[in-house]
């Protein structure tokens, strides 16, 4: 256990429907991190948060897609209209950003999207 | 991010020194060298990280050329846990304190 989690661990939803994911980042992590994972795959980032400010977004991340970091604490990611495209595993990861180091990026368990 | 080359699968036997290679032959001086693994149905994991000097941690060893082409990431001892996805990064700051972009790893299976 990493101190990240998510939920739910598994979704199973109806093409078209919305779904939303959450992220609970360790608790004094500054950056919080979005990433896809396709079967057979690396992760591909999609996102990441520096406190509440959302710093970047993967060309990846259509306008369907939705991520939320209010307070600077848990994340929420949301799905719009899925399509059976969006099946994937959600990974989110958090760190703690100090200035002239690196900082290790802990992942949650992910959250497995199943768009039927 | 520089590009990273691995291969795509690995066996070593338990409790011998497992060696994944990684090339970076377009790693740019002050780009670091970063491994993660991901054991099946978790998230990836922190290894260790390198920039130009041989590290080492309670997990592994890097060994980085001198040119700094290639790497090998070492676990000296292999047991059954140690058995998952393996990812060499380079990402494209200095720290890599944004996105990592991962590739598709080397798949290490520890045989008992």
């Known amino acids: 256990d990493t101190g990240v989690s998510q939920n739910p661990r598994h979704k199973i939803t109806k093409r078209g429907q919305n779904v939303t994911f959450r992220c609970d980042p360790i608790s004094e992590h500054n950056r919080l991190y979005w990433y896809r994972q396709t079967l057979g795959q690396g992760p591909e980032f999609l996102t990441y948060f520096q406190n509440e400010a959302q710093l970047e977004k993967s060309r990846l991340l259509s306008d369907r897609f939705s991520a939320e970091r209010p307070k600077g604490s848990f994340s929420t990611l949301e799905i719009q209209r899925t399509e059976q495209g969006d099946s994937a595993m959600y990974l989110c990861?958090?760190?703690?950003?100090?200035?002239?180091?690196?900082?290790?990026?802990?992942f949650g368990p992910g959250t497995r999207l199943t768009v039927l | 991010d520089a590009k990273t080359t691995q291969p795509p699968s690995m066996d070593c036997a338990e409790g011998r020194a497992a060696n994944l290679p990684c090339n970076h032959s377009t790693i740019s001086g002050n780009e670091y060298v970063y491994w993660y693994r991901q054991i099946h149905s978790q998230g990836p994991q922190y290894i260790i990280h390198?920039?130009?000097n041989n590290e080492t941690n309670e997990m592994a060893s890097l060994i980085i050329t001198e040119d700094r082409k290639s790497s090998t990431l070492i676990l000296p001892h292999a047991t059954l846990r140690d058995t998952a996805v393996y990812y060499c990064i380079v990402p494209r700051s200095n720290f890599g304190n944004e996105k990592l972009t991962f590739g598709t790893g080397t798949r290490l299976t520890i045989i008992p």
């Open positions: 990861a958090s760190s703690l950003d100090l200035a002239g180091g690196y900082n290790e990026q802990f």
């Open positions: 390198g920039l130009k």
